[in-house]
């Protein structure tokens, strides 16, 4: 799972890369419009977000289809077959030559890769407690942050090659191939789940099976249950981890394409603007993995973990918002710093629809729910920062702020909202120590329909 996503996060973000090594140039995503006083140039850049905003379209669109494949069929298969396939299509960029063609392109890219997430997301539901789920995700959702570290200082390395391409067009044929390569290691490594999964005797089955059925979430099934669908959709746990991901998506989102070209603005040159990604990835991954350690100590952490990280970051888009152009560029960056935090909140979220959610065709739908939320925040970010002009991006760091206080507020809520539902639950039921269970997992039922079910806050 941690390769699988380390390639998708690295893959997705190539084009940021590219940016250094005259795609906008060679593709006419970019046009100056004017120069500042000290004469810097101010730029359009609305192409270059159309480009990233696309591929979440394509995410948008394959999130649903994926998921239902992988619920009918072998996930291992699905989630294999569409890193085969992204990893082609990341090599076919090499092949763009226009702006159209290259929307296209990353249409493309973000169907296939729009598989992994979501269903990476049940599969921790197999395997793992749900007290353990946060930091088992948190392993492979962290990733994003590895992948940061990594590809600056790589992708320059790849831009240096001479030969008769571009300069940005071997970092798409040389990173596409390792990925197709993985995704058959992926499709004859990546279990399914302990009721089937050829690499466990029967007494580690009975084991892996005992553990799904402390989780209290139901069974796992392949036939697909109307009413959990139709739960799915109305239930405002659902839609709680879906704003959250959306809002901290557009933070994120931005950060992925323009955060490169933002460090740039700062008074940067192109190497050390590559170079300077790599803390943000480094301090993404670190606050990921500590935020999900924290949760795997101390239960019933969160939304307060949540609100933590989110009010931190509010810091750093304040510092960028509010001093622009004018502040000091060490001041800027360490703003930038600041706002990769938060990006520990959406796992966080995404944790939270894994653990809080019963019945195996509701968490596929909820699953995929969850991560249209990351679809349309990254449309949003991209898009607020591309209609701003650079260097200041004045709309995009304000509208990170508003985003942030609104996840803020979400979080606060929906602790409460389940802090008070849990506690009905102990009036009727009886709380853990002296509760009768009135079901068996292989039930499916839904977390409304399983009375026992308790949420984690």
């Known amino acids: 799972?941690?390769?699988?996503?380390?390639?998708?996060?690295?893959?997705?973000?190539?084009?940021?890369?590219?940016t250094q090594f005259g795609i906008l140039d060679d593709l006419h995503l970019s046009k100056v419009i004017g120069h500042t006083k000290s004469g810097k140039a101010i730029t359009d850049n609305k192409k270059f977000a159309n480009v990233s905003m696309i591929f979440y379209i394509g995410y948008l669109v394959g999130t649903y289809p994926m998921m239902l494949l992988a619920?009918?069929?072998?996930?291992?298969?699905?989630?294999?077959?569409?890193?085969?396939?992204?990893?082609a299509v990341v090599m076919s960029t090499a092949?763009?030559?226009?702006?159209?063609?290259?929307?296209?392109?990353?249409?493309?890219?973000?169907?296939?890769?729009?598989?992994?997430?979501?269903?990476?997301?049940?599969?921790?539901?197999?395997?793992?407690?749900?007290?353990?789920?946060?930091?088992?995700?948190?392993?492979?959702?962290?990733?994003?942050?590895?992948?940061?570290?990594?590809s600056p200082l790589l992708n320059?390395?790849?831009g240096q090659i001479h030969s008769h391409f571009l300069p940005w067009k071997p970092l798409f044929l040389i990173l596409g191939a390792v990925t197709v390569v993985w995704g058959f290691v992926l499709t004859f490594t990546l279990p399914d789940d302990p009721l089937k999964t050829k690499g466990l005797?029967?007494?580690?089955r009975k084991i892996a099976i005992a553990r799904l059925e402390r989780n209290r979430a139901g069974t796992i099934n392949h036939n697909f249950k109307g009413e959990q669908i139709k739960e799915a959709f109305t239930d405002y746990k659902v839609w709680s981890s879906a704003l959250i991901i959306l809002l901290t998506g557009v933070p994120s989102g931005a950060l992925g394409t323009f955060g490169t070209l933002v460090i740039n603005g700062f008074g940067y040159n192109h190497f050390h603007s590559l170079a300077l990604t790599c803390p943000i990835g480094a301090i993404t991954f670190v606050s990921i993995m500590a935020a999900g350690y924290l949760n795997r100590r101390v239960p019933n952490m969160r939304y307060i973990t949540i609100l933590v990280t989110v009010l931190i970051s509010m810091a750093g888009t304040l510092i960028c918002w509010i001093k622009g152009p004018t502040g000091h560029k060490g001041l800027l960056y360490a703003g930038i710093l600041l706002l990769a935090i938060q990006v520990a909140a959406g796992g966080l979220a995404v944790s939270l629809a894994a653990s809080n959610?019963?019945?195996?065709?509701?968490?596929?739908?909820?699953?995929?729910?969850?991560?249209?939320?990351?679809?349309?925040?990254?449309?949003?970010?991209?898009?607020i920062f591309g209609a701003s002009p650079a260097p200041v991006y004045h709309a995009g760091f304000?509208?990170?702020?508003?985003?942030?206080?609104?996840?803020a507020v979400i979080a606060t809520a929906s602790y409460i909202a389940l802090r008070m539902e849990n506690a009905r639950r102990?009036?009727?039921?009886?709380?853990?120590?002296?509760?009768?269970?009135?079901?068996?997992?292989?039930?499916?039922?839904?977390?409304?329909?399983n009375e026992d079910y308790r949420y984690i806050l």
């Open 156 to 158: 320059y390395a790849l």
């Open 426 to 449: 102990d009036r009727r039921t009886g709380e853990a120590s002296a509760r009768v269970y009135h079901h068996h997992f292989d039930e499916d039922l839904s977390d409304k329909q």
């Open 201 to 204: 005797n029967e007494d580690e």
């Open 357 to 383: 959610i019963a019945g195996h065709t509701k968490k596929s739908m909820v699953s995929a729910t969850t991560f249209v939320g990351y679809c349309v925040g990254n449309i949003i970010g991209p898009n």
């Open 71 to 87: 619920q009918r069929y072998s996930p291992s298969r699905v989630l294999g077959g569409a890193t085969i396939i992204w990893g």
């Open 398 to 407: 304000m509208g990170s702020t508003i985003c942030l206080a609104l996840v």
């Open 1 to 18: 799972m941690m390769v699988t996503y380390f390639l998708q996060a690295y893959d997705k973000g190539i084009l940021s890369s590219s």
């Open 95 to 150: 092949g763009c030559t226009t702006y159209a063609g290259l929307m296209v392109n990353r249409v493309f890219l973000g169907v296939f890769e729009s598989a992994v997430a979501p269903g990476f997301t049940v599969l921790v539901t197999f395997w793992w407690t749900r007290e353990e789920q946060a930091l088992r995700l948190s392993f492979w959702y962290s990733c994003v942050g590895l992948a940061t570290v990594v």
